[in-house]
């Protein structure tokens, strides 16, 4: 079956044979756009956090039957490497990356709460990305780095 999906702003027709394939594996195995996570499959740790028409939502449990003609944004969707948009260049500034695994899921998780809430307080920062999880201990300098992009907004 075709799906037409918006990915980052450019129509995709997707041909997936499974209309319960996940979304993160459309988007990794079929689109090429890796920045998206495989972590732990379950929807409980945040790494393959994409937005559909700005919502957070997990890839891992999406099933591609479910968006057809829904806009998706990913990581890659925001900024470049010489250009990142506001919130990736505060998470490069605050250094908020150590092992980078939950990062993209972070900023994505982060994006749609500054969406919502332009200049959210540090409790509405940790209760947004209370879903999302960091093993590696960088979860302070990720609070800073959606704190710094939203005083840069």
Same mark, same amino acid.
């Given at each position: 079956?075709?799906? =037409?999906?918006?990915?980052?702003?450019?129509?995709?027709?997707? @041909?997936?044979? @499974?209309?319960?394939?996940?979304?993160?594996?459309?988007?990794?195995?079929?689109? +090429?756009?890796?920045?998206?996570?495989?972590? !732990?499959?379950?929807?409980? !740790?945040?790494? !393959?956090?994409?937005?559909?028409? @700005?919502? *957070?939502?997990?890839?891992?449990?999406? *099933?591609?039957?479910?968006?057809?003609?829904?806009?998706?944004?990913?990581?890659?969707?925001? +900024?470049? *490497?010489?250009?990142?948009?506001?919130? =990736?260049?505060?998470?490069?500034?605050? =250094?908020? %990356? =150590? !092992?980078?695994?939950?990062?993209?899921?972070?900023?994505?998780?982060?994006?749609?709460?500054?969406?919502?809430? *332009?200049?959210?307080?540090? @409790?509405?920062?940790?209760? %947004?990305?209370?879903?999302?999880?960091?093993?590696?201990?960088?979860?302070?300098?990720?609070?800073?780095?959606?704190?710094? %992009?939203?005083?840069?907004?």
């Amino acid at each position: 079956m075709i799906y =037409q999906l918006v990915v980052n702003g450019r129509r995709r027709s997707i @041909d997936a044979w @499974d209309p319960s394939e996940p979304l993160l594996y459309v988007l990794r195995e079929e689109l +090429g756009l890796t920045g998206a996570k495989v972590g !732990c499959g379950l929807g409980q !740790c945040g790494s !393959c956090t994409v937005l559909v028409d @700005d919502q *957070p939502v997990r890839a891992c449990m999406v *099933p591609i039957a479910s968006l057809a003609g829904r806009r998706l944004t990913t990581i890659e969707g925001l +900024g470049t *490497p010489g250009k990142p948009d506001a919130l =990736q260049a505060a998470f490069i500034a605050e =250094q908020a %990356a =150590q !092992c980078g695994y939950c990062t993209s899921g972070m900023i994505m998780r982060a994006r749609a709460l500054l969406g919502e809430t *332009p200049r959210p307080t540090n @409790d509405q920062i940790k209760e %947004a990305l209370a879903g999302n999880l960091c093993r590696c201990g960088a979860h302070t300098r990720i609070l800073k780095a959606v704190m710094r %992009a939203s005083r840069a907004r």
